[in-house]
């Protein structure tokens, strides 16, 4: 007999490009995939990652995501971002071209 699958769990990110990241939205279980049906419906991109998830978890509602979590957060955020061709490199000078 397998042992039962844990609770899904899902965390919502938002990010403005200022400050850093906030939660939107958490949840397990029957919550938690319903967050992942409404991000899939309105084609946000989803990241597995069940340690950053943990972490995030413990977040609250609409608070900004702590320091310690900036990096990990932010290496999701990037491949999220080249995923889309929205990624920009930093160029010296600041003109365009």
């Known amino acids: 007999m397998t042992p039962p699958s844990p609770d899904p769990l899902a965390v919502a ?12 939205a ?23 990652n069940a340690v950053l998830a943990q972490a995030l978890s413990t977040v609250e509602l609409d608070d900004q995501i702590p320091e310690e979590l900036y990096r990990a957060a932010a290496q999701v955020i990037a491949f999220v971002l080249s995923l889309r061709g929205e990624m920009r490199l930093g160029r010296q000078g600041g003109g365009q071209s």
Do not use: S
């Not at 319903?34 to 946000?44: G, K, L, P, S, Y």
């Open 26 to 48: 958490k949840g397990r279980g029957e919550l938690a995939q319903r967050i992942i049906e409404t991000a899939r419906e309105h084609d946000v991109d989803i990241e597995r």
């Open 13 to 24: 990110l938002e990010y403005d490009g200022h400050g850093a990241p906030r939660v939107t």
